[in-house]
């Protein structure tokens, strides 16, 4: 929706500020805080009003509120002194008194018609307090197809750099990736990612030699604010990383009192060829079905085979293990069990700082092994390497659940869906909430969450239980029958009984749930 005053357009949608085409540069606070006013034109608003509605009830300084106005103020080409649009009344608040002009409905409605028909809509997400920044996918000019995945993982290693900086929010690889091969345009991908920064660049590989190219963006206006190319030897690789990394940080931080900066600067492997087969397993893992699993797996292999002390490697093999456990794709369920929790150990002893293999090595080792707190203990350590790791925020949020806490654990879910809003395991994370919710008691929400999950991955048996269980708790017994019969499809096997040593449920109510809930839909004991 749009507000029109003066000279003015305030866009609510796009949360854009326009004094007539240009662009007024306004940070989220100032641009809620105007937004709040314009809104509530009708009545003073008061203190109190403004710290509920824009700071989420959060207590601020006196002198803090007085800077947003002020900054509102200056935004709109108004003062303290004129009070020609935000009038301040004593003793009881200020109130916005400029005159909004009626917008032109049809001409909007044509507007969003075009955007949607062009595919230029997308979700409008609030931009975060502080910088955010997505790291699109780099081109390939290598004139080989097959080196996409080297692009690729250049790519992930600036984003995992970045994310160590716990000032600055990162989008997850697996978001920024949805526009691999897509001309985009950067302000739609700040609106869709809720970022105000893009980095956009390429990559040359030519024999022993690398060219990498890398530009940053301001979404909100398309400006190109810095440029930057680095050329090295191949075996210098992670170096330059690190060196694209600082520049990004350093032209975001720009304007900032520039503070030490810690990174790790550990290279994730010393074998470029390990780190080569990790790379190309990471898709199949994604993907997540059993074929690709059954891909992924060797390839993780051969990179601990080349890489001994590789943890990433290790937790991601043992993830695989956990995932074709709950999917019912075992065919030595002791031995496979038994190998995915060595896995999970080694990467644990081997990643100490590794948020990576902290995360899903310890998932992993809560499913095969049971132990769900020493998980949690590992994947919360994960976090405070890398706070922007969207994967420990949904896996910690499924512990969580486990554990008896489904309320806790949406909220990791929220902030994981957050910091990754196109993630391609979006799958799992509605898994995730659908099963919250489901022990909470919730079963509509339950079912709802658990149908999204579906529709992306319908070999997801866990996501297949929880439709069947919510279902029937819900009364909708014919609907829950028919996602039992097609649970019995992807698992003959699968049993009331199964359920004990299937997913380590803690709680016995919420285990008994579960039960009550396939039982009812008519799975056997």
Known sequence: MQFLFENYCLDADRRELKRGSELIAIGPKVFDLLLYLVQNREQVVTRDDLLEAVWAGRIVSESTLTSHVNAVRKAIGDTGKEQRLIRTVARKGIRFVGQIQPEDLSASAAASEARIASGTLGPTLTLPESPSIAILPFRNLSGDVEQDYFADGIVEDIITALSRIRWLFVIAR???????????????????????????????????????????????????????????????????????????????????????????????????????????????????????????????????????????????????????????????????????????????????????????????????????????????????????????????????????????????????????????????????????????????????????????????LAVVAIIAASRALAGRTEQARTAVEHLRKLDPTFRISSLDGWIPIRRPEHLACFATGLRQAGLPE
Not at 322 to 329: E, Q, S, T
Not at 393 to 422: C, E, V
Request: hydrophobic share 45%; proline share 3%; charged share 25%.
């Open 174 to 460: 697996n978001s920024s990736f949805i526009y691999k091969g897509r001309t985009v345009d950067e302000k739609q991908v700040g609106r869709e990612l809720g970022v105000r920064y893009v980095v956009e660049g390429s990559v040359r590989r030519s024999e022993n030699r690398v060219r990498i190219t890398g530009q940053l963006v301001d979404a909100a206006s398309g400006t190109h604010l810095w440029a930057d190319r680095f050329e090295g030897r191949l075996d210098d690789i992670f170096e330059l990383q690190d060196q694209i990394a600082t520049s990004i940080v350093g032209a975001i931080a720009s304007q900032l009192e520039r503070a030490e900066i810690e990174r790790a600067r550990r290279k994730p492997t010393g074998s470029l060829s390990a780190y080569d087969n990790y790379l190309r397993a990471m898709p199949h893992l994604h993907r997540g079905t059993r074929d690709a699993i059954d891909e992924a797996l060797p390839l993780f292999y051969k990179a601990m085979q080349l890489d001994p002390e590789f943890a990433s490697a290790h937790a991601m093999a043992a993830w695989c293990h956990f995932w074709r456990k709950i999917n019912g794709w075992m065919t030595d369920r002791p031995q496979e069990t038994a190998e995915g929790v060595r896995l999970a150990r080694l990467a644990v002893e081997l990643g100490k700082d590794d948020a990576v293999a902290l995360t899903r090595g310890g998932h992993a080792l809560a499913h095969l092994a049971g132990d769900v707190e020493g998980a949690i203990a590992l994947i919360d350590k994960a976090l405070v390497l890398n706070p922007n790791l969207a994967a420990a925020w949904f896996l910690g949020g499924f512990l969580r659940t486990l554990r008896g806490d489904p309320d806790a654990a949406i909220d990791f879910f929220t902030r994981a869906m957050r910091f990754s809003p196109l993630d391609p395991e979006m799958f799992r994370m509605q898994a995730g909430v659908a099963l919250s919710h489901l022990l909470a008691g919730r079963f509509d929400a339950a079912s709802s969450w658990a149908e999204q999950s579906f529709r992306e991955a319908p070999t997801f």
